[in-house]
Nanobody
Framework: QVQLVESGGGLVQAGGSLRLSCAAS????????MAWYRQTPGSRRELVAG??????TNYADSVKGRFSVSRDNGNTVHLQMNSLKPEDTAVYYC???????WGQGTQVTVSS
């Protein structure tokens, strides 16, 4: 069973940037679609960005033009988040939906 570990979260001021990383325990992302989700207390987990094994990407309307997902190799993907807003505050998770695998999440807090 592949394991995913997110990193790169933290506290940033509005307008700032963060780069999240998702590391897989084995080569996963070349063969499998992956996705970044986020969740705030009391809310459903929402899709932020997807990266298909083919390299195609998709983004939630709320982050288009500000977030970018990329892949280093089969083991690591990143979520570059620019022009952050307080409403981006959430726990961010990476996932490989086909394998039903989730990371533990990393907290992103954007102060106004």
């Amino acid at each position: 069973q592949v394991q995913l570990v997110e990193s790169g979260g933290g506290l940033v001021q509005a307008g700032g940037s963060l780069r999240l990383s998702c590391a897989a325990s084995r080569s996963t992302f070349i063969l499998n679609d992956m996705a970044w989700y986020r969740q705030t207390p009391g809310s459903r987990r929402e899709l932020v960005a997807g990266l298909a094994a083919t390299g195609l990407t998709n983004y939630a309307d709320s982050v288009k033009g500000r977030f970018s997902v990329s892949r280093d190799n089969g083991n690591t993907v990143h979520l570059q988040m620019n022009s952050l807003k307080p409403e981006d505050t959430a726990v961010y998770y990476c996932s490989v939906p086909l394998l039903h695998v989730w990371g533990q999440g990393t907290q992103v807090t954007v102060s106004s």
